[in-house]
């Protein structure tokens, strides 16, 4: 597919929290990664929270959450393209736009557990990971670096927001 054309990102809306749950829920085939989303969104949590729209309806969410550990770091995901819009390009706008805004904001580094080959487009490297303390830690497992350097040296554990401890293993 091509990329998607008459795509508008940006920040999620308070309103649009069940919408988003729902998008999580079809591209996941479950309410896990909904669940999830909503947990953090409404724990008052520091996050990046953003939207991709196509003819006013919502059809992805990327959720960008701040971590304990390195200074100003960032979780990526879950990140979620309706089933009928995936592979056209969504996923990563959101991605981008989330980065974008991230940059914009002072953070300094993100990390993300998934494909190493998608999240290696945008610059995730499994080596900048590598120092934080992660029971999920191996090549999956990523970071890239918003600050040049902003993980050189640091090593240690990385904590997530909790409502990422109730996910199944």
Do not use: C
């Not at 904001?105 to 080596?127: A, E, I, N, Q, T």
């Amino acid at each position: 597919m091509s990329a998607e054309t008459g795509l508008v990102v940006r920040e999620m809306r308070p309103d649009e929290l069940l919408f988003v749950e729902t998008i999580h829920a079809t591209a996941f085939d479950g309410i896990d990664e909904a669940q999830l989303t909503k947990a953090v969104i409404e724990s008052g949590h520091e996050t990046i929270s953003v939207v991709a729209a196509h003819d006013g309806f919502l059809v992805g969410h990327a959720l960008f959450s701040a971590l304990d550990g390195p200074e100003r770091g960032l979780a990526l995901g879950p990140v979620a393209v309706a089933p009928d819009r995936q592979g056209a390009g969504v996923g990563a706008r959101l991605i981008n736009f989330g980065l974008e805004l991230a940059r914009e904001r002072g953070w300094r580094s993100v990390f993300v557990l998934g494909d190493p080959h998608y999240y290696g487009r945008f610059g995730f490297r499994p080596d900048l990971a590598r120092g934080a303390d992660v029971s999920w830690a191996g090549p999956a497992f990523q970071a890239l670096e918003l600050v040049p350097g902003a993980l050189q040296g640091w090593q240690g554990p990385l904590v997530y927001p909790e409502p990422f401890a109730a996910l199944p293993e």
